[in-house]
Nanobody
Framework: QVQLVESGGGLVQAGGSLRLSCAASGRAFSSDAMGWFRQAPGKEREFVGAISWSGTNTYYADSVKGRFTISRDNAKNTVYLQMNSLKPEDTAVYYC???????????????????WGQGTQVTVSS
């Protein structure tokens, strides 16, 4: 059982940067893989990236690879999503989530995650 709260969203110009934070409380944070998803208006929720407990294993969607970076600080119970070179198509509500299955069996799909935050809005203007 883990509770997640996202923050750091806002309005940014295309080409700009933004860092999202996900603060976790409750049990088992340090042993959980974590992920980020996003949902744009009129679209399904899509996978953005994930990070293992140690932080040494990461996996990103092709659409954000090279621009977004996931990191975590287990001592602070916080996961981050650094977003650089933002594009208007990155506009979405961004959600963090705690994995419900081990990293080795991860499919990086929505069903692989059990606990979700409330989301934070990111708007990228052209």
């Amino acid at each position: 059982q883990v509770q997640l709260v996202e923050s750091g969203g806002g309005l940014v110009q295309a080409g700009g940067s933004l860092r999202l934070s996900c603060a976790a409380s409750g049990r088992a944070f340090s042993s959980d893989a974590m992920g980020w998803f996003r949902q744009a208006p009129g679209k399904e929720r899509e996978f953005v990236g994930a990070i293992s407990w140690s932080g040494t294993n990461t996996y990103y969607a092709d659409s954000v690879k090279g621009r977004f970076t996931i990191s975590r600080d287990n001592a602070k119970n916080t996961v981050y999503l650094q977003m650089n070179s933002l594009k208007p198509e990155d506009t979405a509500v961004y959600y963090c989530a705690a994995a419900a299955r081990p990293w080795y069996s991860m499919r990086f799909a929505e069903a692989d995650f059990g606990s979700w935050g409330q989301g934070t809005q990111v708007t990228v203007s052209s």
